[in-house]
């Protein structure tokens, strides 16, 4: 059991995935403003406007879809890395 640990820390597969996995929970965390910025901004829109505006509509939804493709590397549900490694 103590060498099948020892060989799984000497393997370099487990410990750049844990490197991808420290940068992808820094762009979690700033996209993660970028999608209150979003939402602020659309709120503020529609109460200037009435409309939404649909720019930023279409770069919400890529943002939360690349938050979800961030999500599921992290949780080990997705062995492909999102953007930019992708």
Not at 57 to 78: D, E, K, M, P, V
């Amino acid at each position: 059991m103590k060498e099948e640990i020892k060989q799984r820390l000497q393997m370099n597969k487990i410990w750049q995935r844990g490197l991808y996995m420290l940068f992808f929970i820094f762009i979690y965390g700033v996209s993660k403003f970028l999608v209150i910025g979003v939402m602020l901004f659309q709120f503020l829109t529609i109460i200037l406007t009435g409309n939404v505006n649909e720019q930023i509509l279409r770069f919400g939804q890529n943002l939360s879809t690349y938050l979800y493709q961030i999500t599921l590397f992290l949780t080990y549900n997705s062995e492909q890395r999102p953007f930019p490694f992708s």
